[in-house]
């Protein structure tokens, strides 16, 4: 019996690691502001501005953070490219001229790395870093918006402190999965 009990209380902390860790990679909560019901009307897509940036002045001098906002960037414009090619819509390579009707989709991410020392070492929100990004489909022809999305994650802690490349691509997975929900819908 007691060696039963001696057993059963190494699961809770077990248990507690787990959540932490998976806790740490950061949730999307993703809203739509804007849905129009006219999107199935287009036939075309042009993926316009795909920009991954951060307001934190640490992150500015730090070349293998730039170099990673790059390599997101391409992870979402991957992600877009992906959605468009598996839908009813055609890819545009070029930007539509003044005569073509079609949807120009920008998307923007805002990163916070905050503090990983922090987040491992203390967690419960020291640290705290995170992803808010934006998703914004326009008529090419009249600047009309006709979807925007808005994706919020954050971390917080997790094993190691975090992993901000899993909590971003979540984020933007999530953002553009929101789209395609929305024009189903019609």
């Known amino acids: 019996m007691n060696s039963e009990n001696s057993r059963r209380g190494h699961y809770f902390p077990a248990l507690v690691f787990l959540v932490a860790t998976l806790y740490g990679c950061g949730v999307a909560h993703v809203r739509t502001e804007v849905e129009s019901s006219d999107l199935h009307q287009y036939d075309k897509v042009f993926i316009s501005k795909i920009d991954v940036h951060s307001q934190e002045e ?27 090619n598996e839908s009813h819509y055609q890819l545009m390579s070029e930007p539509p001229t003044s005569a073509e009707k079609a949807l ?20 419960f929100g020291a640290g705290q870093g995170g992803v808010d990004s934006v998703m914004t489909v326009t ?5 009309e918006e006709k979807f925007r999305a808005v ?16 909590t971003l691509k979540t984020n933007i997975k999530q953002l553009v999965d929101q789209y395609p929900r929305a024009a189903d819908q019609e």
Do not use: C, H, P
């Open 139 to 143: 008529d090419s022809q009249t600047g």
């Open 58 to 84: 640490a992150a500015k001098d730090n070349a293998k953070l730039q170099d990673l906002m790059i390599e997101w960037e391409s992870f979402a414009r991957d992600e877009l490219e992906g959605y468009v």
């Open 151 to 166: 994706a919020e994650s954050d971390l917080v802690m997790g094993g190691a402190g975090g992993d901000m490349q899993a």
């Open 104 to 123: 120009v989709i920008n998307l923007d991410a805002d990163l916070a790395y905050g503090n990983r020392a922090l987040r491992w070492a203390v967690g």
